[in-house]
Protein backbone atom coordinates (compact mmCIF):
# COMPACT_ATOMS: atom_id res chain seq x y z
CA UNK A 1 0.00 0.00 0.00
CA UNK A 2 1.65 3.00 -0.90
CA UNK A 3 1.26 5.85 1.86
CA UNK A 4 4.52 7.91 0.99
CA UNK A 5 7.37 9.04 -1.26
CA UNK A 6 4.99 10.05 -4.59
CA UNK A 7 6.56 11.82 -7.71
CA UNK A 8 6.60 15.44 -8.74
CA UNK A 9 5.58 16.17 -11.85
CA UNK A 10 5.77 19.48 -14.10
CA UNK A 11 2.70 20.80 -16.08
CA UNK A 12 2.04 24.29 -17.69
CA UNK A 13 -0.98 26.35 -16.96
CA UNK A 14 -2.06 29.87 -18.51
CA UNK A 15 1.82 29.74 -19.88
CA UNK A 16 3.39 28.96 -15.82
CA UNK A 17 5.28 26.00 -15.25
CA UNK A 18 3.67 24.86 -12.32
CA UNK A 19 5.39 21.34 -10.43
CA UNK A 20 2.78 19.14 -8.69
CA UNK A 21 3.05 16.85 -6.33
CA UNK A 22 1.13 13.64 -7.20
CA UNK A 23 -0.11 12.71 -3.49
CA UNK A 24 -3.05 11.78 -5.49
CA UNK A 25 -1.35 8.26 -6.40
CA UNK A 26 -1.15 7.06 -2.60
CA UNK A 27 -3.64 4.65 -2.05
CA UNK A 28 -7.27 5.88 -2.96
CA UNK A 29 -8.30 4.68 0.53
CA UNK A 30 -6.64 7.55 1.53
CA UNK A 31 -7.18 10.19 -1.03
CA UNK A 32 -3.47 11.66 -0.08
CA UNK A 33 -4.43 14.08 2.07
CA UNK A 34 -5.87 11.51 4.37
CA UNK A 35 -3.18 9.19 3.87
CA UNK A 36 -0.58 11.74 5.19
CA UNK A 37 -2.80 12.87 8.24
CA UNK A 38 -3.67 9.50 9.45
CA UNK A 39 -0.27 7.69 9.23
CA UNK A 40 0.19 8.34 12.33
CA UNK A 41 -2.89 5.69 12.53
CA UNK A 42 -1.62 3.76 10.12
CA UNK A 43 2.05 2.89 11.27
CA UNK A 44 1.14 2.45 15.00
CA UNK A 45 -0.57 0.30 16.94
CA UNK A 46 -3.35 0.88 19.34
CA UNK A 47 -3.72 -1.55 22.16
CA UNK A 48 -7.36 -2.69 23.10
CA UNK A 49 -9.29 0.25 20.92
CA UNK A 50 -11.60 -1.51 19.08
CA UNK A 51 -13.51 1.60 18.01
CA UNK A 52 -13.50 4.55 15.50
CA UNK A 53 -15.38 7.64 16.17
CA UNK A 54 -15.53 10.91 13.80
CA UNK A 55 -17.97 13.19 12.15
CA UNK A 56 -18.23 15.07 9.35
CA UNK A 57 -19.73 15.35 5.94
CA UNK A 58 -21.56 12.40 4.24
CA UNK A 59 -19.68 12.77 1.58
CA UNK A 60 -16.59 13.25 3.51
CA UNK A 61 -13.11 12.43 1.98
CA UNK A 62 -12.21 11.77 5.73
CA UNK A 63 -15.43 9.53 5.95
CA UNK A 64 -13.93 7.11 3.21
CA UNK A 65 -10.17 7.35 4.77
CA UNK A 66 -11.25 5.90 8.17
CA UNK A 67 -13.37 3.36 6.75
CA UNK A 68 -10.59 2.19 5.14
CA UNK A 69 -8.62 2.65 8.20
CA UNK A 70 -10.78 0.70 10.43
CA UNK A 71 -11.24 -1.85 8.27
CA UNK A 72 -7.60 -2.69 8.00
CA UNK A 73 -7.02 -1.98 11.77
CA UNK A 74 -10.51 -4.42 12.64
CA UNK A 75 -12.00 -1.65 14.25
CA UNK A 76 -15.80 -0.53 14.11
CA UNK A 77 -16.28 3.00 12.66
CA UNK A 78 -18.96 4.93 14.32
CA UNK A 79 -18.86 8.21 11.75
CA UNK A 80 -21.63 10.88 12.98
CA UNK A 81 -23.45 13.19 10.72
CA UNK A 82 -25.62 15.99 10.60
CA UNK A 83 -28.02 15.11 8.22
CA UNK A 84 -28.26 12.44 5.14
CA UNK A 85 -30.02 13.83 1.99
CA UNK A 86 -32.41 11.92 0.89
CA UNK A 87 -30.99 11.69 -2.33
CA UNK A 88 -27.72 10.25 -0.96
CA UNK A 89 -29.25 7.72 1.38
CA UNK A 90 -31.51 6.23 -1.40
CA UNK A 91 -28.60 6.60 -4.39
CA UNK A 92 -25.35 6.47 -2.34
CA UNK A 93 -22.08 6.93 -4.03
CA UNK A 94 -18.85 8.55 -4.25
CA UNK A 95 -17.50 8.06 -0.46
CA UNK A 96 -20.84 7.50 1.03
CA UNK A 97 -21.23 4.20 -0.26
CA UNK A 98 -17.72 3.58 -0.24
CA UNK A 99 -17.56 3.59 3.59
CA UNK A 100 -20.82 1.55 3.67
CA UNK A 101 -18.74 -1.14 1.63
CA UNK A 102 -16.07 -0.89 4.08
CA UNK A 103 -18.54 -1.81 6.83
CA UNK A 104 -18.89 1.79 8.02
CA UNK A 105 -22.03 2.46 10.93
CA UNK A 106 -23.03 5.92 9.62
CA UNK A 107 -25.26 7.90 12.38
CA UNK A 108 -27.90 10.46 11.46
CA UNK A 109 -27.93 12.99 14.37
CA UNK A 110 -30.99 14.87 12.72
CA UNK A 111 -32.66 11.17 13.49
CA UNK A 112 -31.02 11.21 17.35
CA UNK A 113 -34.02 11.87 20.03
CA UNK A 114 -31.42 12.85 22.68
CA UNK A 115 -29.31 15.49 20.87
CA UNK A 116 -31.08 18.37 21.76
CA UNK A 117 -30.11 20.86 19.58
CA UNK A 118 -26.77 20.31 20.49
CA UNK A 119 -23.80 20.56 17.52
CA UNK A 120 -22.28 17.27 16.44
CA UNK A 121 -18.97 17.49 18.57
CA UNK A 122 -20.74 18.55 21.73
CA UNK A 123 -22.91 15.42 21.38
CA UNK A 124 -20.05 13.36 20.92
CA UNK A 125 -17.88 14.60 23.70
CA UNK A 126 -21.13 14.92 25.99
CA UNK A 127 -23.09 11.61 25.68
CA UNK A 128 -21.15 9.39 23.61
CA UNK A 129 -17.28 9.30 24.26
CA UNK A 130 -18.02 9.26 28.47
CA UNK A 131 -20.22 5.95 27.63
CA UNK A 132 -17.78 4.01 25.27
CA UNK A 133 -13.78 2.66 26.41
CA UNK A 134 -11.62 1.74 24.14
CA UNK A 135 -12.40 4.27 21.67
CA UNK A 136 -10.44 6.47 19.51
CA UNK A 137 -11.74 9.67 18.35
CA UNK A 138 -10.58 11.52 15.37
CA UNK A 139 -12.40 15.14 15.43
CA UNK A 140 -13.48 16.60 11.76
CA UNK A 141 -11.77 15.97 8.94
CA UNK A 142 -8.38 14.78 11.09
CA UNK A 143 -7.88 18.26 12.32
CA UNK A 144 -5.54 17.08 15.77
CA UNK A 145 -2.49 16.93 16.43
CA UNK A 146 -1.52 13.57 15.35
CA UNK A 147 -1.71 14.71 11.61
CA UNK A 148 1.71 16.02 12.27
CA UNK A 149 3.59 12.96 11.83
CA UNK A 150 2.32 12.21 8.35
CA UNK A 151 2.45 15.65 7.28
CA UNK A 152 6.04 15.91 8.37
CA UNK A 153 7.18 12.96 6.26
CA UNK A 154 5.27 14.74 3.43
CA UNK A 155 7.16 18.04 3.89
CA UNK A 156 10.63 16.03 4.39
CA UNK A 157 10.11 14.79 0.80
CA UNK A 158 9.92 18.07 -0.68
CA UNK A 159 12.30 19.20 0.43
CA UNK A 160 14.42 16.37 -0.60
CA UNK A 161 13.14 17.43 -3.62
CA UNK A 162 13.74 21.22 -3.81
CA UNK A 163 17.52 19.82 -2.66
CA UNK A 164 17.54 17.89 -6.02
CA UNK A 165 16.62 20.62 -8.29
CA UNK A 166 18.90 22.60 -6.63
CA UNK A 167 16.90 25.54 -5.68
CA UNK A 168 17.13 28.40 -3.44
CA UNK A 169 13.29 28.78 -2.48
CA UNK A 170 10.42 27.64 -2.82
CA UNK A 171 6.47 27.84 -2.53
CA UNK A 172 4.56 25.25 -1.62
CA UNK A 173 0.45 25.82 -2.50
CA UNK A 174 -2.59 23.71 -1.58
CA UNK A 175 -5.83 24.53 -1.01
CA UNK A 176 -7.51 24.03 2.55
CA UNK A 177 -10.21 22.72 4.67
CA UNK A 178 -9.66 22.42 8.82
CA UNK A 179 -5.91 24.10 7.71
CA UNK A 180 -4.46 21.18 9.28
CA UNK A 181 -2.36 20.13 6.10
CA UNK A 182 -1.17 23.57 5.32
CA UNK A 183 -0.49 24.58 9.56
CA UNK A 184 1.96 21.26 9.92
CA UNK A 185 3.71 21.77 6.68
CA UNK A 186 4.40 25.30 7.60
CA UNK A 187 5.47 24.55 11.03
CA UNK A 188 8.01 21.54 9.66
CA UNK A 189 9.30 23.80 7.21
CA UNK A 190 9.85 26.03 9.63
CA UNK A 191 11.63 23.99 11.45
CA UNK A 192 13.79 21.82 8.56
CA UNK A 193 13.95 24.25 5.84
CA UNK A 194 13.10 27.84 6.37
CA UNK A 195 13.30 28.48 2.61
CA UNK A 196 10.17 26.95 1.81
CA UNK A 197 6.95 28.53 2.51
CA UNK A 198 3.72 27.74 2.64
CA UNK A 199 0.33 29.20 0.69
CA UNK A 200 -2.86 28.59 0.87
CA UNK A 201 -6.72 29.67 0.45
CA UNK A 202 -9.49 29.25 2.19
CA UNK A 203 -12.08 26.49 1.22
CA UNK A 204 -14.15 25.64 3.75
CA UNK A 205 -15.39 29.06 5.61
CA UNK A 206 -13.48 32.37 5.17
CA UNK A 207 -10.18 33.83 6.17
CA UNK A 208 -10.76 34.54 9.54
CA UNK A 209 -12.28 31.02 10.27
CA UNK A 210 -8.96 29.51 8.46
CA UNK A 211 -6.34 31.90 10.35
CA UNK A 212 -8.57 30.86 13.96
CA UNK A 213 -8.27 27.34 12.84
CA UNK A 214 -4.20 27.40 12.74
CA UNK A 215 -4.36 29.17 16.09
CA UNK A 216 -6.08 26.30 17.83
CA UNK A 217 -3.01 23.80 16.34
CA UNK A 218 -0.25 26.37 16.93
CA UNK A 219 -0.58 29.71 18.67
CA UNK A 220 3.13 30.52 17.03
CA UNK A 221 2.48 32.75 13.75
CA UNK A 222 5.89 31.42 12.15
CA UNK A 223 3.86 27.98 11.85
CA UNK A 224 1.28 29.95 10.00
CA UNK A 225 0.84 29.68 6.49
CA UNK A 226 0.22 32.78 4.32
CA UNK A 227 -3.89 32.79 3.16
CA UNK A 228 -4.52 34.59 -0.22
CA UNK A 229 -8.07 35.07 -1.22
CA UNK A 230 -10.25 36.66 -3.90
CA UNK A 231 -12.46 39.19 -4.03
CA UNK A 232 -15.52 36.77 -4.33
CA UNK A 233 -16.52 35.08 -2.13
CA UNK A 234 -17.55 31.18 -2.28
CA UNK A 235 -19.36 28.57 -0.52
CA UNK A 236 -17.93 25.62 0.14
CA UNK A 237 -19.96 22.73 -1.84
CA UNK A 238 -21.65 25.17 -3.92
CA UNK A 239 -21.38 24.85 -7.95
CA UNK A 240 -20.00 27.66 -9.74
CA UNK A 241 -19.30 28.33 -13.15
CA UNK A 242 -16.04 29.51 -12.73
CA UNK A 243 -14.82 26.25 -10.82
CA UNK A 244 -15.96 23.91 -13.32
CA UNK A 245 -14.15 26.12 -16.29
CA UNK A 246 -10.66 26.17 -14.33
CA UNK A 247 -10.91 22.24 -13.36
CA UNK A 248 -11.82 21.42 -17.38
CA UNK A 249 -8.80 23.54 -17.76
CA UNK A 250 -6.47 22.03 -15.26
CA UNK A 251 -7.39 18.80 -16.05
CA UNK A 252 -6.02 19.19 -20.12
CA UNK A 253 -2.33 18.90 -18.37
CA UNK A 254 -3.44 15.48 -18.18
CA UNK A 255 -3.51 15.33 -14.34
CA UNK A 256 -7.00 14.77 -13.18
CA UNK A 257 -7.82 17.30 -10.03
CA UNK A 258 -11.16 17.19 -7.75
CA UNK A 259 -13.62 19.12 -7.53
CA UNK A 260 -14.01 20.39 -3.99
CA UNK A 261 -11.12 21.93 -3.38
CA UNK A 262 -9.00 21.94 -6.36
CA UNK A 263 -11.17 24.59 -8.26
CA UNK A 264 -11.13 27.18 -5.87
CA UNK A 265 -7.35 26.43 -5.19
CA UNK A 266 -6.52 26.68 -8.54
CA UNK A 267 -8.47 30.13 -9.55
CA UNK A 268 -6.55 31.44 -6.32
CA UNK A 269 -3.12 29.85 -7.71
CA UNK A 270 -3.35 31.51 -10.87
CA UNK A 271 -3.65 34.91 -9.88
CA UNK A 272 -0.99 34.31 -7.53
CA UNK A 273 1.37 32.90 -9.98
CA UNK A 274 0.57 35.95 -12.30
CA UNK A 275 2.13 38.36 -9.32
CA UNK A 276 4.71 36.26 -8.04
CA UNK A 277 6.00 34.74 -11.05
CA UNK A 278 9.47 34.45 -10.11
CA UNK A 279 8.68 31.89 -7.77
CA UNK A 280 8.86 28.24 -7.82
CA UNK A 281 5.67 27.05 -7.06
CA UNK A 282 4.59 23.47 -6.43
CA UNK A 283 0.95 22.63 -6.20
CA UNK A 284 0.46 20.01 -3.85
CA UNK A 285 -2.65 17.53 -5.31
CA UNK A 286 -4.80 15.89 -2.26
CA UNK A 287 -6.46 13.37 -4.20
CA UNK A 288 -9.96 12.74 -3.10
CA UNK A 289 -10.94 11.52 -6.69
CA UNK A 290 -13.43 9.42 -5.11
CA UNK A 291 -15.63 12.66 -4.50
CA UNK A 292 -15.59 13.36 -8.06
CA UNK A 293 -18.03 10.31 -8.36
CA UNK A 294 -20.81 12.31 -6.90
CA UNK A 295 -19.31 15.99 -7.49
CA UNK A 296 -19.15 15.42 -11.56
CA UNK A 297 -22.53 14.62 -11.88
CA UNK A 298 -23.86 17.59 -10.39
CA UNK A 299 -21.77 19.68 -12.50
CA UNK A 300 -22.63 18.14 -15.95
CA UNK A 301 -26.38 18.78 -14.85
CA UNK A 302 -25.55 22.22 -14.04
CA UNK A 303 -23.47 23.29 -16.85
CA UNK A 304 -24.15 21.03 -19.50
CA UNK A 305 -22.27 22.95 -22.39
CA UNK A 306 -19.11 22.77 -20.25
CA UNK A 307 -16.01 21.52 -21.10
CA UNK A 308 -17.27 20.07 -24.39
CA UNK A 309 -16.44 23.13 -26.52
CA UNK A 310 -12.95 22.31 -27.91
C1 LIG B 1 -9.30 16.59 3.58
C2 LIG B 1 -8.92 17.22 2.29
C3 LIG B 1 -8.50 18.56 2.20
C4 LIG B 1 -8.44 19.47 3.39
O1 LIG B 1 -7.34 19.21 4.24
P1 LIG B 1 -7.17 20.08 5.58
O2 LIG B 1 -5.98 19.49 6.24
O3 LIG B 1 -8.43 19.87 6.38
O4 LIG B 1 -7.01 21.51 5.20
C5 LIG B 1 -8.17 19.06 0.94
N1 LIG B 1 -8.24 18.31 -0.17
C6 LIG B 1 -8.64 17.03 -0.12
C7 LIG B 1 -8.71 16.25 -1.38
C8 LIG B 1 -8.99 16.43 1.11
O5 LIG B 1 -9.37 15.15 1.14
Redesign the pocket.
Known amino acids: MKLANTPIHSINVDGYRVFVKRDDLLHPYF????AR?FAHFLQHEFDGICRLIGYGSPQ???LYSMSALAQLKGWRLDFYVDHIASHLRDNPSGNYLGALNNGANIIDLSLCSDRQGRAALDYIEQEILPNHQNTLFVPE???CAY?EFGVRRLAMELNEWKKQQNLAELTVF?????????LFLQKSFYELASSIKVVTCA?VGDCTYLNAQFTQLSANLSHHPHVVALAKRYHFGKLYREFYDIWNKVNKTGITF?L???PLGWLNLTHYMAENSHETIVYLH???LL?NESMLPRYQRKYPLSGKAD
Do not use: F, I, M, W
Not at 31 to 34: A, I, L, T, V
Not at 174 to 180: E, K, Q, R
Open positions: SGNKKANSGGRALPSGTGTTAVELYDQGGG
